[in-house]
């Protein structure tokens, strides 16, 4: 490419964007998620829970929609060295290098924690919190926190409770950035077991259903419905990806592992996402 051409410079340009665009879908598309994560247990239509649990629908971000949720991914160290920077101990990893995580139904469900924290002395709590770490862009996003986290991100809140309950704390620390000019959202929220009881029962019951659950509406106008990445799947009968998982002979077992009823055996990890010619959709 000469770049004295009339042009060149802004192809070449939209070239290079394009190609990390490209970049970033492969490299941050990582599949359907394995397991039914804690994150997702605060939305309200069980059908859509179970849809997602049963791969019925992988849906593929814009290069940019990736980039913006790896952002999310790296604010996380920032946020620690804030904490560390104000004399807060901070658990990011065990003392094995592994992260915090949480298991539910057999391995099926569970999540992974941002960490836990001790307080500065000075501070005169003397117990350990739970710290969760979000990012939003400016608008009702961020700003409707000022109603509480619990009220503004009640899938956020869900998440917190869930891993609260699990590793027996009271207290969570969540932080929450605006990714647009840096400003800090805090809240002390006090964790409510009994809801994360609740939606572990919750999470077990998708999990364990060989057929879809009732869905949160019975019009796909519904706020909900409207936006929904399985809408079609939900009202208009649009076929499943294939793969095991949505499969009617797929089941869950013991050890977050899949068994296949028609051929009578595991299902081996790496086939799962593909499928056999046997395939036969579970909805």
Same mark, same amino acid.
């Given at each position: 490419?000469?770049?004295?051409?009339?042009?060149?410079?802004?192809?070449?340009?939209?070239?290079?964007?394009?190609?990390?665009?490209?970049?970033?879908?492969?490299?941050?598309?990582?599949?359907?998620?394995?397991?039914?994560?804690?994150?997702?247990?605060?939305?309200?239509?069980?059908?859509?829970?179970?849809?997602?649990?049963?791969?019925?629908?992988?849906?593929?971000?814009?290069?940019?929609?990736?980039?913006?949720?790896?952002?999310?991914?790296?604010?996380?160290?920032?946020?620690?060295?804030?904490?560390?920077?104000?004399?807060?101990?901070? =658990?990011?990893?065990?003392?094995?290098?592994?992260?915090?995580?949480?298991?539910?139904?057999?391995?099926?469900?569970?999540?992974?924690?941002?960490?836990?924290?001790?307080?500065?002395?000075?501070?005169?709590?003397?117990?350990?919190?739970?710290?969760?770490?979000?990012?939003?862009?400016?608008?009702?996003?961020?700003?409707?926190?000022?109603?509480?986290?619990?009220?503004?991100?009640?899938?956020?809140?869900?998440?917190?409770?869930?891993?609260?309950?699990?590793?027996?704390?009271?207290?969570?620390?969540?932080?929450?950035?605006?990714?647009?000019?840096?400003?800090?959202?805090?809240?002390?929220?006090?964790?409510? =077991?009994?809801?994360?009881?609740?939606?572990?029962?919750?999470?077990?019951?998708?999990?364990?259903?060989?057929?879809?659950?009732?869905?949160?509406?019975?019009?796909?106008?519904?706020?909900?419905?409207?936006?929904?990445?399985?809408?079609?799947?939900?009202?208009?009968?649009?076929?499943?990806?294939?793969?095991?998982?949505?499969?009617?002979?797929?089941?869950?077992?013991?050890?977050?592992?899949?068994?296949?009823?028609?051929?009578?055996?595991?299902?081996?990890?790496?086939?799962?996402?593909?499928?056999?010619?046997? =395939?036969?959709?579970?909805?």
């Amino acid at each position: 490419m000469n770049l004295e051409d009339p042009g060149a410079s802004i192809q070449l340009a939209r070239r290079i964007k394009a190609d990390i665009d490209a970049y970033c879908v492969k490299a941050y598309d990582s599949g359907p998620r394995e397991h039914l994560g804690a994150s997702e247990l605060g939305h309200p239509c069980n059908r859509y829970l179970w849809f997602v649990f049963r791969w019925i629908h992988h849906k593929q971000y814009t290069g940019r929609m990736y980039r913006l949720f790896q952002r999310g991914k790296l604010e996380e160290a920032r946020f620690i060295e804030y904490l560390r920077g104000i004399g807060f101990t901070v =658990w990011e990893v065990t003392e094995d290098g592994e992260q915090h995580r949480i298991i539910i139904a057999q391995g099926h469900g569970g999540g992974s924690l941002d960490g836990v924290c001790m307080f500065p002395q000075e501070y005169q709590i003397d117990e350990p919190f739970l710290v969760e770490f979000k990012t939003n862009g400016t608008g009702r996003g961020f700003t409707e926190l000022s109603q509480g986290v619990q009220l503004a991100k009640p899938r956020h809140y869900a998440q917190m409770c869930v891993y609260g309950f699990k590793y027996q704390l009271r207290y969570g620390l969540y932080l929450n950035t605006n990714k647009n000019d840096d400003d800090i959202y805090v809240e002390i929220v006090k964790l409510n =077991w009994t809801l994360a009881q609740e939606l572990e029962a919750k999470a077990e019951n998708i999990i364990a259903s060989q057929e879809p659950l009732a869905r949160i509406a019975e019009s796909p106008a519904y706020f909900e419905c409207k936006y929904c990445d399985c809408k079609d799947h939900c009202f208009n009968q649009r076929m499943p990806d294939k793969n095991c998982r949505s499969c009617i002979e797929a089941v869950t077992i013991e050890k977050a592992r899949w068994y296949c009823q028609l051929f009578d055996q595991t299902i081996p990890k790496d086939f799962i996402k593909s499928g056999c010619d046997e =395939w036969k959709p579970i909805i």
